[in-house]
């Protein structure tokens, strides 16, 4: 028996360091791609910036509080603010989770008939998430004007059906979605998605520098249209937005809504 017991006290040093060895080497295998990762999305991130100067001109605001969000006590949310000119809000958040990385690029037009267009790119290890949406918050979406900007947005999205295709959850917001891409990818494929960061910039920007601005009657009805839509997303929720209201609660996310993310506290 005692001999039994000394054989179990020797075994134990050896599993401990087998374990520690293990969670050491995730860690290590963690960071490495975590770095690497940011570095791809942060370079995504300073071409479709660069894209976007060739079309516009922007101002960046102040996010205020908002400017850096924590969440779970790990989850650091970098946001950055900017007003576009002749067109809107663009709103950018970044977070580092250690075996995710993602940055989140939302255009919400106030000035120009265009539709909202939110971008999350997602960098998980190896594996790859493009998802681009543009959404319908118009007031007349048959206008033969807003049927024209469609089609290019349509025209644009089939250039990348090369990419595989995501399968998503139905939303209560997916009727306001006329065009989509939601596509996955390796790290082989970075090249290749931060074209299509880019691409998407320079179809909406292009597309909306053809449109006349919106007289002041119209843009106080877009206003209204975006703002109940932020409104929906509180209320109705959604799984982005399910986690903010679960960490800063729905008061404080219709805030940061408001005031950043969408902005339509800022055109007022």
Same mark, same amino acid.
């Given at each position: %028996? ?7 006290? #020797? *075994?134990?040093?050896?599993? !401990?360091?087998?374990? @520690?060895?293990? &969670? ?77 990385? %993602? ?7 106030? #000035? *120009?008939?265009?539709?909202? !267009?939110?971008?999350? @790119?997602?960098? &998980? ?99 209204? &249209? ?43």
């Amino acid at each position: %028996m005692k001999n039994n017991d000394v054989k179990k006290r #020797k *075994k134990w040093p050896v599993v !401990l360091m087998v374990i @520690f060895f293990i &969670i050491g080497f995730l860690a290590g295998f963690t960071t490495v791609n975590a770095s690497k990762n940011m570095k791809v999305m942060n370079r995504t991130l300073d071409s479709g910036m660069k894209t976007m100067s060739e079309y516009a001109s922007f101002t960046p605001v102040d996010p205020g509080e908002y400017r850096q969000i924590k969440m779970y006590g790990v989850m650091k949310f970098d946001v950055s603010q900017y007003d576009i000119e002749d067109t809107g809000n663009l709103s950018v958040m970044k977070v580092n989770m250690g075996f995710m990385q %993602m940055v989140s690029f939302i255009i919400t037009p106030y #000035k *120009k008939n265009m539709p909202l !267009l939110s971008m999350d @790119f997602m960098y &998980i290890m190896g594996k790859r998430k493009a998802y681009v949406e543009f959404y319908d918050l118009v007031g007349d979406t048959s206008s033969p004007e807003y049927k024209g900007v469609i089609e290019k947005l349509k025209k644009f999205s089939g250039s990348y059906s090369d990419l595989e295709e995501l399968e998503t959850k139905p939303a209560w917001y997916d009727k306001l979605m006329t065009v989509v891409l939601h596509k996955a990818g390796k790290r082989q494929d970075d090249d290749r998605i931060e074209q299509m960061f880019c691409d998407t910039i320079r179809c909406y920007m292009e597309t909306a520098r053809e449109l006349e601005p919106l007289s002041e009657e119209e843009k106080a009805a877009k206003l209204e &249209i975006t703002q109940k839509y932020c409104d929906d997303l509180v209320e109705q929720g959604g799984v982005s937005t399910d986690v903010f209201k679960k960490q800063l609660g729905e008061e404080k996310t219709k805030d940061f809504f408001d005031k950043v993310l969408f902005g339509p506290e800022c055109y007022r």
